[in-house]
């Protein structure tokens, strides 16, 4: 689906996608990821988490998500979150969720 163009994304935080599981796109230094968006040890948005480098901060109790692997870095979550395929073309990010993902809207 597409996600944004390179110039919505926000430089220090993820964007929200209109998606069932949310979902969130995230640029960093080196490349831009998407992820389930919420934090696996409560409901908190990653999206608004604080990146540094490749890793996500939840905002709520500070777990900490590698955005290339999904992996947990610190606790107190314990499961990863999901990451998804990111291509950009012509300045277009696109992204491949699996096929159970519902897609609420799209960006014009
Ligand atoms: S909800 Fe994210 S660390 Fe608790």
Redesign the pocket.
Known sequence: MRACTLAELPEDEGLRLSTVPVTSVFATESGIFCIDDT?T????SLADGWIEGCVVE?V????RFDLRTGDVVSP??RRPVSTHPVACVDGVVLVALPAAYLVKEQSP
């Open positions: 934090c040890h409560d409901t908190s939840c709520l109790h500070m777990a107190p979550a």
